[in-house]
């Protein structure tokens, strides 16, 4: 099973994808969360094997938040999904070891597709594990 944070501001959005990543199979949603400092401690709780960020949070910054991914939780994929995916943006997120980036206003079904791609890997590879 393929663990999923989602860090995002927007309700609405969170609803989506909530609902999108519901019917990916092999993929849970064990968290969420609008700000920095519960994304912190859903990390803690949870190590998810991907996480969701929103660059700009309700309290604090996506940018912190990925931060300390890189620097606590290595091996989470972090996926960013913003609405300000200006070139400079882009690069200081490929710098902290971002592994996508989506631009909110195209990215949904990429990255709805993406998961779901993501999801069926992390199967395979476990019923190969097995054999």
Do not use: W
């Not at 400092?37 to 960020?53: F, S, T």
């Not at 940018?63 to 091996?75: G, M, N, R």
Request: proline fraction near 2%; hydrophobic fraction near 40%.
């Amino acid at each position: 099973m393929m663990t999923i944070l989602l860090v995002e501001d927007s309700r609405i959005l969170r609803d989506r994808l909530r609902s999108c990543i519901g019917e990916i199979p092999n993929a849970l949603l064990v968290a969420e969360t609008d700000n920095e400092e519960g994304a912190r401690g859903h990390l803690e709780r949870h190590r998810p094997d991907v996480a969701i960020i929103d660059l700009r949070l309700n309290g604090g910054s996506g940018l912190s938040v990925i931060e300390h991914i890189k620097a606590v939780y290595a091996a989470t994929t972090m996926i960013v999904l913003t609405n300000y995916a200006q070139e400079e943006y882009q690069a200081k997120c490929k710098a902290l070891g971002v592994h996508y980036f989506f631009d909110k206003a195209k990215g949904n079904a990429a990255i709805t597709n993406l998961l779901a791609d993501m999801s069926k890997s992390k199967a395979d590879e476990a019923s190969h594990s097995l054999n």
